[in-house]
């Protein structure tokens, strides 16, 4: 059964910086491509980020790009968020996904969501 | 950054009703569109990828068509744990963006 676990949410403070993990059973991690999705409290979805099955690609969303940094340890099974210099408006519940096939498939997968709070 | 807009964005319904959801794209993505479902305090659901191809496990009663920039969702008889909110997704290029959002809830 896949599973897909993030950790690391909390509250920061505007400036901070936090990680959050994701840590993937179930399935050959090192075969699939990861996303970061986030959803703020009463809103829609967000795409964050995406990582390669052997992390050398990589893509972002305008509102977060130079600000998190996708990673993955395909030798523990982790997927990381690194998110630096956090606004107010990245509060949200952040989701990891595995991607259903290289190409042009989505996410088949998804944790639970992790709560990352920024505020004074 | 290709935009996608739902309608409606809420819509309101009885069980065994025929409930469409429509999804347009503001620029072509041929059938590089997927279908979510999420329920207060979940995870999206896949539903449907390729525009038309049900996810595995997924009731026959939904149904996805479209190509290019005009998509639907149709649920052919709303059941009760269908009431729920429902998104696409643009798979074609990065960022992959998502609808705002369709919720339906029980009239």
């Known amino acids: 059964e896949v599973q897909l676990v993030e950790s690391g949410g909390g509250l920061v403070q505007p400036g901070g910086s936090l990680r959050l993990s994701c840590a993937a059973s179930?399935?050959?991690?090192?075969?699939?491509?990861m996303t970061w999705v986030r959803q703020a409290p009463g809103k829609g979805l967000e795409w964050v980020s995406v990582?390669?099955?052997?992390?050398?690609?990589?893509f972002y969303s305008d509102s977060v790009k130079g600000r998190f940094t996708i990673s993955r340890d395909n030798s523990k099974n982790t997927l990381y968020l690194q998110m630096n210099s956090l606004r107010a408006e990245d509060t949200a519940v952040y989701f990891c996904?595995?991607?259903?096939?290289?190409?042009?498939?989505?996410?088949?997968?998804w944790g639970q969501g992790t709560l990352v709070t920024v505020s004074s | 950054d290709i935009q996608l807009t739902q309608s409606p964005s809420f819509l309101s319904a009885s069980v065994g009703d025929r409930v469409t959801i429509t999804c347009r794209a503001s620029?072509?993505?041929?059938?590089?569109l997927a279908w979510y479902q999420q329920k207060p305090g979940k995870a999206p659901k896949l539903l449907i990828y390729?525009?038309?191809t049900l996810q595995s496990g997924v009731p026959s009663r939904f149904s996805g068509s479209g190509s290019g920039t005009e998509f639907t969702l149709t649920i052919s008889s709303l059941q009760p744990e269908d009431f729920a909110t429902y998104y696409c997704?643009?798979?074609?290029?990065?960022?992959?963006?998502f609808g705002q959002g369709t919720k339906v809830e029980i009239k």
């Open positions: 996904a595995k991607k259903m096939e290289s190409g042009t498939f989505p996410d088949d997968f």
């Open positions: 179930g399935f050959t991690f090192s075969s699939y491509s």
């Open positions: 990582i390669s099955s052997n992390g050398y690609d990589t």
């Open positions: 620029q072509g993505i041929s059938s590089y």
């Open positions: 390729a525009a038309s």
């Open positions: 997704q643009q798979v074609n290029i990065f960022p992959r963006t």
